[in-house]
């Protein structure tokens, strides 16, 4: 698998960013886009759980990151989110997300957490718009932000 770029101020993925999750993500031969994750105590809702917007979040962007391996850089237009089991704090998470759907401007896709036990916790299937070429030109201009980290 090839590990993708990173930001510098990204929530999820931003070197830079204090209060980011700083996660890293891969790809393989085949599109899909993978990650891995410990939740910290600092991400919690209830007691033990990690936060269900958290979570959201980062389907979110792993769902993005399959349109940008295929080099479709996307905004999210729709995202619906299922949560299946509590995600607990300290335990190994296993992310996955993949195309489904190219048509047009739009994407689908669908990502999903497993627990440790390859359980699976939390799934959720998206909506993208794919971003004009000469708004992702600015947006490229201006964050100086895609590079893959050693």
Partial sequence: MQKQPSSKMCFVCGRENPIGLHMHFFADDDGCVYA???PREEEQSYPGVMHGGLLTTMLDELIG???IESNWWC???????RFKK????????????????KSGRLLEGRGEIRLADGSLAVEARGTYLRIPDGQLEQ???????WRVEE
């Fill in 36 to 38: 891995d994750y410990v």
């Fill in 65 to 67: 990151r399959t349109a």
């Fill in 75 to 81: 905004m999210t237009a729709k995202l619906e989110v």
């Fill in 86 to 101: 509590p995600v607990p704090i300290g335990a190994a998470l296993k992310l996955k997300g993949e195309i489904t759907r």
């Fill in 139 to 145: 947006y490229k201009s201006a964050l100086e932000w």
